[in-house]
Nanobody, 124 residues
Framework: QVDVVESGGGLVQAGGSLRLSCTASGPTFSVSGVGWFRQAPGKEHEFVATINCDGTITYYADSVKGRFTISRDNAKNTGYLQMNGLKPEDTAVYYC?????????????????WGQGTQVTVSS
């Protein structure tokens, strides 16, 4: 199990931007994929984006493609999700998940350990 702490959420108007951060514990971060998922009230966790261990492979949900960018800094054990052009339908609690296996043929399946998440609320 890897402990993660998400931060950077908040309340923004539609069209605004936020940058989420995910800091992970332990020595395996740099060799593990990282993913961002979100959960709206009454819904299951939804895939948003994943990135492989060295940042060369990324995947995005169609709903965020072109607006969100996932990245990572292995020296800081931190992953990021830059969110631009936010829409009210992006409102959710955003969770980071690691480790997960991300390759050129697999976007990664989240493990069962979730942090507290960070709330993103987009007003219209």
């Amino acid at each position: 199990q890897v402990d993660v702490v998400e931060s950077g959420g908040g309340l923004v108007q539609a069209g605004g931007s936020l940058r989420l951060s995910c800091t992970a514990s332990g020595p395996t971060f740099s060799v593990s994929g990282v993913g961002w998922f979100r959960q709206a009230p009454g819904k299951e966790h939804e895939f948003v984006a994943t990135i492989n261990c060295d940042g060369t492979i990324t995947y995005y949900a169609d709903s965020v493609k072109g607006r969100f960018t996932i990245s990572r800094d292995n020296a800081k054990n931190t992953g990021y999700l830059q969110m631009n052009g936010l829409k009210p339908e992006d409102t959710a609690v955003y969770y980071c998940n690691t480790p997960l296996y991300v390759s050129s043929r697999a976007r990664g399946v989240p493990n069962d350990y979730w942090g507290q998440g960070t709330q993103v609320t987009v007003s219209s």
